[in-house]
């Protein structure tokens, strides 16, 4: 009865899968179905060690998505809100806007007004432009890199450019005081922007702001996926270990199916025009025996596990037994010694 349910939801999942009119929710239910017998199938296959390993391979596979989403965000309200990326942003348009003068004199021609101005215009493009880089940088090399030399570069890069930036942020914090600052302000005397720019700076860049940590944990975030990303780089050399298998369809299914459509198109079984529902069906067919192998599989583990359960406890109770036996044996064989003794 099992078994005839399993084909049942399996048989349901493709007819689903292939129906172009099905609901956007149905396809989730199912992907998620799916997703979740193969993640199944490789923690029951795994030792404890592999369990673990496996456990958080997926846990960060959701953590990169989320971090493709939430990072620009963050880096962008940082920029926005922290005081001292604001007066950074000030004082970078002090010295490379030119200053106007009117008889020898300097005079204002920059405002926090015109700073403002630049932060809401720069704001946007910053959001859009890491969401862009972030997508081929960190997110896709995650899922598509699988052989350990790959992987090692791609950890490198997630060494390099985080610690890059912490590197700039640390530098601007503990270097600002020797920044060009412009003559000194007198009280009657011209107005100099670069030193009030200056001045603002050295007063409100910290890397201990609540935003400023807030960004540092974006850097901070990838580093920690780049030292996962090396050790598994490790064990995929050592152990040969390889994760494709979790979110996409084998090599073997798709060089199949062109295959087989190959032979029926050379020998004129098919139409070109109907090729394409053609191989609709038969990846739906080949997706249902790989889903059925895969169910299969899960019992035939569940059936190996539940008998090495029952091997432990007859071994436990076996041992129970046995010392149970030695002790009353010794009973009896120290009682006549000391009847003899008295």
Do not use: H
Request: with cysteine; aromatic share 14%; charged share 25%.
């Amino acid at each position: 009865m099992a078994i005839v349910k399993k084909q049942k939801k399996a048989e349901v999942f493709v007819s689903n899968k292939n129906n172009p009119k099905t609901k956007f929710s149905d396809k989730f239910k199912n992907f998620k179905q799916d997703l979740k017998i193969k993640t199944k199938e490789q923690l029951s296959a795994a030792s404890i060690g592999g369990k673990i390993l496996y456990t958080l391979v997926i846990i960060l596979r959701i953590l990169v998505i989320l971090f493709w989403f939430i990072a620009p965000i963050l880096i962008t309200l940082a920029f926005v809100y922290d005081p001292g990326f604001r007066s950074l942003v000030w004082y970078i348009c002090a010295k490379i806007k030119n200053v106007d003068t009117v008889n020898g004199m300097q005079v204002p021609s920059m405002d926090i007004a015109f700073v403002n101005k630049v932060i809401n215009i720069a704001a946007p493009i910053i959001c859009f432009v890491s969401f862009i880089i972030f997508l081929p940088a960190v997110v896709w090399p995650f899922y598509s890199k699988t052989q350990w030399r790959k992987r090692v570069f791609y950890a490198t890069n997630l060494f390099f450019w985080p610690i890059l930036f912490l590197v700039v942020d640390y530098s601007i914090y503990f270097l600002k005081s020797s920044f060009p600052k412009g003559p000194e302000i007198d009280i009657n005397g011209p107005y100099y922007p670069l030193r009030i720019a200056y001045e603002v700076l050295n007063a409100n860049y910290t890397p201990f702001s609540g935003w400023n940590i807030a960004y540092q944990v974006v850097w901070f975030f990838l580093i920690f996926l780049a030292v996962f990303v090396s050790v598994e780089a490790s064990l995929i050399r050592k152990l040969r270990l390889d994760y494709e298998d979790l979110y996409s369809e084998t090599k073997d299914s798709r060089s199949l199916v062109n295959q087989v459509f190959e032979g029926r198109l050379e020998f004129g079984e098919i139409k070109a025009e109907n090729l394409n529902k053609e191989i609709k069906q038969l990846r739906g067919n080949l997706t249902l025996e790989e889903r059925q192998r895969r169910l299969d599989r899960l019992d035939r583990l569940k059936q190996e596990k539940d008998k090495l359960k029952q091997e432990k406890s007859k071994r436990k109770s076996k041992n129970k037994k046995s010392t149970k036996k030695i002790d009353s044996k010794a009973k009896k064989t120290n009682k006549p010694k000391d009847k003899k003794d008295m």
